[in-house]
């Protein structure tokens, strides 16, 4: 069974900084994609930023200058870094993490956090 954290959320004024943290644990052979999705009040869940096992990220336009991904494979966690933050970042952000639990197969599933708070206001 795996279980990913979360942390690091809360309330924040605009032009603020927030640093969100994940961490995986549980029966973990290897990890792919690691990101983090958020999702506002009355809108769809959209990918904030996606990051390789070899460290190549990808980020959303509306973030991108603002927020970094990172990893550590060694600690199987992934951390977004927010700075800048506006009042339409305003969501709860879930990390997801792309897990092979066996060497059984090459298959991996996709499991997610419980989801952090992230209010930007004033």
């Known amino acids: 069974q795996v279980h990913l954290v979360e942390s690091g959320g809360g309330l924040v004024q605009p032009g603020g900084s927030l640093r969100l943290s994940c961490a995986a644990s549980g029966i973990i052979f290897s990890i792919t994609a690691m990101g983090w999705y958020r999702q506002a009040p009355g809108k769809q869940r959209e990918l904030v930023a996606v990051i390789s096992s070899g460290g190549n990220p990808n980020y959303a336009e509306s973030v991108k200058g603002r927020f970094t991904i990172s990893r550590d494979n060694a600690k199987s966690t992934v951390d977004l870094q927010t700075n800048s933050l506006k009042p339409e970042d305003t969501a709860v952000y879930y990390c997801?993490?792309?897990?092979?639990?066996?060497?059984?197969?090459?298959?991996?599933?996709?499991?997610w956090g419980q989801g952090t708070q992230v209010t930007v206001s004033s």
């Open positions: 997801f993490a792309d897990i092979r639990t066996s060497t059984q197969t090459i298959r991996t599933n996709r499991y």
